[in-house]
């Protein structure tokens, strides 16, 4: 870091744009990079969101103001408030950077007034937008200097898909806290095999293929419990299921929990089958702490199990695959917790490493 210390970045204005705060691998990433830039750099760091939900951001003790939406983003009410908030900042903002589509293309319209802005927006699944959605993706993609995706993978499919040039993409992944290895050995008296999801209970996140991998284990091995960390629309509709699969007395709903890395010292293996991903936050705590993991292929899950080597990533995420996987997991006593592979997520994916990459990219806008 001491090329930082030799660098004079008073001037530089940073406003960053999102949504909200919400339980989210983007905004806790967001959340992450501006403690990291307040603590290290004098750049001015300001936010804009889209909805009252500050949440943690408040925390940051920087200045924060609201976009007001209409009905639909496209409205007048929208373009009246980006117009309100523009004229705070006099056209004297360095850098616009912003996260996922929605905020991506109110971006984009705050750079059109305010021209000398430069404007880095970050795109983090494999979402193939239709409609209106698509609208703003290609807008915010022609708009934008410079686009960040947390997946290797992802270069290739943007710039496939969307139509991105190469020298546009760039690769900063997500990081983990100092403090996410811990409990290498598992903090439990619980004599079960204790499989964890940590994610939204959303079509995407195939908790539905897991429930019936795991019913499909359960026949074969009875000291095994599931775990489900987090909520969503889809919660009733798989309650229902576990218990038309009748594995009711095994799976725990925790909801959303502030204290996931406790549950996950208590866990045995992490498995995340979800159809889409780009780097999920959930798989690189679980990674961190020494935990088994079993993951689909899609995202920087291969990535990151390649760099851990300690896990398995599936052909695919079918009830029939994922439930080979937990039993041979199982059979194997591959559960055990990896002192080396929560080492070299650790030093891979530390956040002095993304902030470092951070700092790189708004050199080349600065």
Same mark, same amino acid.
């Given at each position: 870091?001491?090329?930082?210390?030799?660098?004079?970045?008073?001037?530089?204005?940073?406003?960053?744009?999102?949504?909200?705060?919400?339980?989210?691998?983007?905004?806790?990433?967001?959340?992450?990079?501006?403690?990291?830039?307040?603590?290290?750099?004098?750049?001015?760091?300001?936010?804009?969101?889209?909805?009252?939900?500050?949440?943690?951001?408040?925390?940051?003790?920087?200045?924060?103001?609201?976009?007001?939406?209409?009905?639909?983003?496209?409205?007048?009410?929208?373009?009246?408030?980006?117009?309100?908030?523009?004229?705070?900042?006099?056209?004297?903002?360095?850098?616009?950077?912003?996260?996922?589509?929605?905020?991506?293309?109110?971006?984009?319209?705050?750079?059109?007034?305010?021209?000398?802005?430069?404007?880095?927006?970050?795109?983090?699944?494999?979402?193939?937008?239709?409609?209106?959605?698509?609208?703003?993706?290609?807008?915010?993609?022609?708009?934008?200097?410079?686009?960040?995706?947390?997946?290797?993978?992802?270069?290739?499919?943007?710039?496939?898909?969307?139509?991105?040039?190469?020298?546009?993409?760039?690769?900063?992944?997500?990081?983990?806290?100092?403090?996410?290895?811990?409990?290498?050995?598992?903090?439990?008296?619980?004599?079960?095999?204790?499989?964890?999801?940590?994610?939204?209970?959303?079509?995407?996140?195939?908790?539905?293929?897991?429930?019936?991998?795991?019913?499909?284990?359960?026949?074969?091995?009875?000291?095994?419990?599931?775990?489900?960390?987090?909520?969503?629309?889809?919660?009733?509709?798989? %309650?229902?299921? #576990?218990?038309? *699969?009748?594995?009711?007395?095994?799976?725990?709903? +925790?909801? &959303?929990? !502030? /204290?996931?890395?406790?549950?996950?010292?208590?866990?045995?293996?992490?498995?995340?089958?979800?159809?889409? %991903?780009?780097? #999920?936050?959930? *798989?690189?705590?679980?990674?961190?702490?020494?935990? +088994?993991? &079993?993951? !689909? /292929?899609?995202?920087?899950?291969?990535?990151?199990?390649?760099?851990?080597?300690?896990?398995?990533?599936? %052909?695919?995420?079918?009830?029939?695959?994922?439930?080979?996987?937990?039993?041979?997991?199982?059979?194997?006593?591959?559960?055990?917790?990896?002192?080396?592979?929560?080492?070299?997520?650790?030093?891979?994916?530390?956040?002095?490493?993304?902030?470092?990459?951070?700092?790189?990219?708004?050199?080349?806008?600065?």
């Amino acid at each position: 870091m001491n090329k930082l210390k030799n660098k004079n970045y008073n001037n530089v204005r940073i406003l960053f744009l999102i949504g909200s705060y919400q339980i989210g691998g983007a905004e806790l990433h967001l959340y992450k990079l501006i403690r990291e830039l307040k603590n290290q750099i004098d750049f001015s760091i300001e936010l804009i969101l889209l909805s009252n939900e500050f949440g943690r951001y408040k925390e940051l003790d920087i200045p924060i103001y609201k976009i007001r939406t209409g009905k639909h983003l496209i409205s007048i009410k929208t373009f009246l408030s980006i117009l309100n908030i523009s004229r705070k900042f006099r056209g004297n903002v360095t850098i616009i950077h912003s996260f996922l589509n929605e905020a991506n293309f109110i971006a984009s319209v705050l750079k059109a007034v305010m021209p000398k802005t430069k404007l880095v927006i970050s795109k983090r699944n494999q979402d193939n937008w239709t409609g209106i959605q698509k609208f703003y993706a290609w807008v915010s993609n022609n708009m934008a200097e410079l686009i960040t995706v947390n997946a290797r993978s992802l270069i290739d499919w943007f710039h496939k898909e969307e139509k991105i040039p190469y020298c546009k993409i760039h690769y900063l992944p997500n990081a983990i806290e100092k403090d996410s290895i811990r409990n290498i050995n598992k903090y439990s008296n619980n004599d079960k095999i204790v499989f964890i999801n940590v994610a939204s209970l959303t079509p995407k996140k195939a908790q539905k293929n897991l429930l019936e991998a795991f019913a499909i284990t359960s026949k074969t091995y009875d000291n095994i419990e599931l775990w489900l960390v987090g909520d969503g629309p889809l919660k009733q509709e798989l %309650e229902y299921l #576990s218990s038309e *699969l009748k594995i009711s007395k095994y799976v725990n709903w +925790f909801g &959303i929990r !502030n /204290d996931v890395k406790k549950l996950l010292s208590k866990s045995d293996v992490f498995i995340l089958p979800s159809h889409k %991903e780009g780097m #999920s936050n959930a *798989l690189l705590e679980a990674a961190s702490s020494g935990l +088994f993991c &079993i993951v !689909n /292929d899609t995202g920087s899950n291969k990535e990151i199990i390649k760099e851990s080597q300690h896990g398995f990533v599936m %052909e695919n995420n079918n009830p029939d695959t994922i439930a080979d996987d937990m039993q041979t997991t199982i059979k194997n006593k591959m559960y055990f917790r990896s002192e080396k592979a929560a080492s070299r997520i650790k030093k891979t994916y530390s956040t002095a490493n993304m902030f470092s990459m951070y700092i790189d990219l708004y050199n080349q806008l600065i």
